[in-house]
């Protein structure tokens, strides 16, 4: 619905020049305002990546009374909560609870309200993307895929908003990984592909080749002898489709000097290992989620089945070999 409904006045440019939108602001408010009050009881600590100092000038001022009004407004619709409509003050303290740096000690929420922003503004794939910590590990997972069809995606439907109902995924560490349509349709578990052949296997990347190299991972591709054409869409849906079987391998390789952020990968990572997947970084390691808001991979980051991960992760070695001897 704010999809659709977005002004171009209503997306920001972040310090970093990655935008920002009155969408995000928007679901990290309402997460926050949930997780207190359906957890009263659990200390809270959530990381969360919006931060409330852009609206605290006096050029934001328009922007965190459209927040205050979309949030309001949710709130109203939705109907679950009876409470006075929320100040502009409790919006940005709403934001700032999403402060906590994480860590290795205790339990933390990790939320990208909104990941794929660049893909929610085009229109295309995004994901509200809800984790929990315990003492560094991931628990729990929530992927939110608003235009990800419930049912298998091929890559021609990926490009605009489905008109239709999306797919949300959720995983308990243990407990399998699970799907269900967003209108709440029943609950089926999901699985990642078998295929062990990578000539039947296809591969999903990030849509903006800002984020991820699209040479490397063709490359890659090659050499692991993928025949299909890149996937590309943007955010975690990546991770969704995949713990579903939709494609066997995502491929991440950030440009240099970018560093990965625990809330762009830590309820996609435990959806994918709970299907039966693995999430490594390209020299094999396990994403570490203990170290604070950061993630410090080697490389970039690779998922595909059991099967598959051994002669992906050679093939990941040759072509950084190859790269790094070219430079
Ligand atoms: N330069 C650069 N390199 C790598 N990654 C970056 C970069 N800039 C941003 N980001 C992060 O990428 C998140 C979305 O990327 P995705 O790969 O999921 O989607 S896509 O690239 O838009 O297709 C995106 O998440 P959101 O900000 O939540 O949309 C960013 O955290
Ligand atoms: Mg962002
Ligand atoms: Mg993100
Ligand atoms: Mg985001």
Redesign the pocket.
């Known amino acids: 619905m704010v999809q659709r409904v977005l002004l171009q006045s209503d997306v920001h440019s972040k310090s970093d020049k990655?935008p920002v939108t009155v969408a995000d602001y928007g679901s990290q408010v309402l997460v926050s305002f949930v997780l207190e009050r359906e957890l009263p009881s659990v200390p809270f600590s959530l990381v969360a990546?919006e931060d409330s100092g852009d609206l605290r000038k006096e050029s934001g001022q328009d922007t965190l009374k459209r927040i205050t009004d979309l949030v309001n407004d949710t709130l109203a619709n939705d109907g679950s909560y009876s409470v006075a409509p929320l100040t502009t003050e409790d919006v940005l303290r709403a934001i700032d609870n999403g402060k906590s740096e994480g860590g290795s000690i205790g339990r933390h929420w990790v939320l990208?309200p909104?990941?794929?922003?660049?893909?929610f503004v085009r229109g295309d794939q995004y994901a509200i993307a809800l984790a929990l910590l315990d003492e560094g590990n991931v628990v729990l997972g929530v992927l939110a895929c608003p235009n990800l069809p419930p049912t298998s995606i091929g890559s021609n439907q990926l490009h605009s908003s489905s008109n239709g109902v999306g797919s949300l995924f959720f995983a308990e560490v243990g407990h399998g990984a699970y799907t269900q349509a967003l209108d709440g349709s029943t609950q089926t578990r999901v699985h990642v592909t078998d295929i062990e052949n990578p000539e039947e296997a296809s591969f999903f990347e990030?849509?903006?080749a800002?984020?991820?190299s699209h040479d490397l991972s063709s490359s890659i591709a090659e050499k692991l002898g993928v025949k299909a054409p890149p996937v590309?869409?943007?955010?975690?849906a990546?991770y969704g489709a995949l713990s579903r079987g939709d494609g066997a391998i995502y491929l991440?390789f950030?440009?240099s000097g970018?560093r990965e952020?625990i809330w762009?990968h830590a309820a996609g990572c435990i959806v994918v290992s709970e299907a039966g997947g693995i999430v490594m970084d390209a020299a094999g390691n396990p994403l570490d989620f203990s170290k604070g808001k950061f993630l410090d991979v080697v490389a970039g980051i690779i998922v595909t089945n059991q099967k598959l991960m051994p002669s992906l992760l050679r093939a990941v070695k040759e072509a950084l070999n190859e790269k790094a001897s070219s430079l």
Not at 114 to 119: A, F, H, N, R, V
Not at 232 to 236: F, K, L, N, V, W
């Open positions: 990655s990546e990208d909104i990941d794929g922003t660049k893909g990030s849509y903006e800002a984020h991820s590309r869409i943007d955010s975690q990546k991440r950030p440009h970018y952020k762009d």
